[in-house]
T-cell receptor
Framework: EADIYQTPRYLVIGTGKKITLECSQT?????MYWYQQDPGMELHLIHY???????EKGDLSSESTVSRIRTEHFPLTLESARPSHTSQYLC??????????????FGSGTQLSVL | GESVGLHLPTLSVQEGDNSIINCAYS??????FIWYKQESGKGPQFIID?????DKRQGQRVTVLLNKTVKHLSLQIAATQPGDSAVYFC???????????FGAGTILRVKS
């Protein structure tokens, strides 16, 4: 069973506020990811990390930023939230293996609503 | 190209029937594929995976078929149950050890 946690579960916030979505995993996984998903839509990769001090932008452009100071922690920050940021944000992790095995373990997500 | 803003197709099946969910992938060099299940309000959960050197793999009530010739992946669910109602995503590993790319997903609705 995967142990990856996201907080908060739901967040309603006003335009212009700075927010940080938390993601932690206890599996010692090297790789971590952030996906954005609108209701009934696909998952879009917005950030990923290979390990500590590594961050990369994903396929979908995002105004958010991420950091990876510790292996288990991969927070996502929006400096100034806007209504267009309203979405579900999913964090995931996987272990770096010697074969092409990218089984991801997902958290339960943070549903963000910006008013 | 990337299908941003695409609404998901829906498959409705009767409880007890078999379900087949299809997925077309984009890159002939992809070497690893996964099916995920996402229930409402939850993150995706791993169902089954398959490597490109196989064309079939079976799990508990699920079977994944891979046709590399036409770049097609399918998920078969036997004796579909109400608890199977969810969104199902296929994902392909595009670059060795790099990242997964998710398909558009299919909504499965099971009628009792």
């Amino acid at each position: 069973e995967a142990d990856i946690y996201q907080t908060p579960r739901y967040l309603v916030i006003g335009t212009g506020k700075k927010i940080t979505l938390e993601c932690s995993q206890t599996m010692g996984h090297d790789k971590m990811y952030w996906y954005q998903q609108d209701p009934g839509m696909e998952l879009h990769l917005i950030h990923y990390s290979y390990g500590v001090n590594s961050t990369e932008k994903g396929d979908l452009s995002s105004e958010s930023t991420v950091s990876r100071i510790r292996t288990e922690h991969f927070p996502l920050t929006l400096e100034s939230a806007r209504p267009s940021h309203t979405s579900q944000y999913l964090c995931a992790s996987s272990s770096l293996g010697g074969t092409a095995n990218e089984k991801l373990f997902f958290g339960s997500g943070t549903q963000l609503s910006v008013l | 190209g990337e299908s941003v803003g695409l609404h998901l197709p829906t498959l409705s099946v009767q409880e007890g029937d078999n379900s087949i969910i299809n997925c077309a992938y984009s890159n002939s060099a992809s070497d690893y594929f996964i099916w995920y299940k996402q229930e409402s309000g939850k993150g995706p959960q791993f169902i089954i995976d398959i490597r490109s050197n196989m064309d079939k793999r079976q799990g508990q009530r699920v079977t994944v078929l891979l046709n590399k010739t036409v770049k097609h992946l399918s998920l078969q669910i036997a004796a579909t149950q109400p608890g199977d109602s969810a969104v199902y995503f296929c994902a392909e590993n595009i670059e060795y050890g790099n990242k997964l790319v998710f398909g558009a997903g299919t909504i499965l609705r099971v009628k009792s």
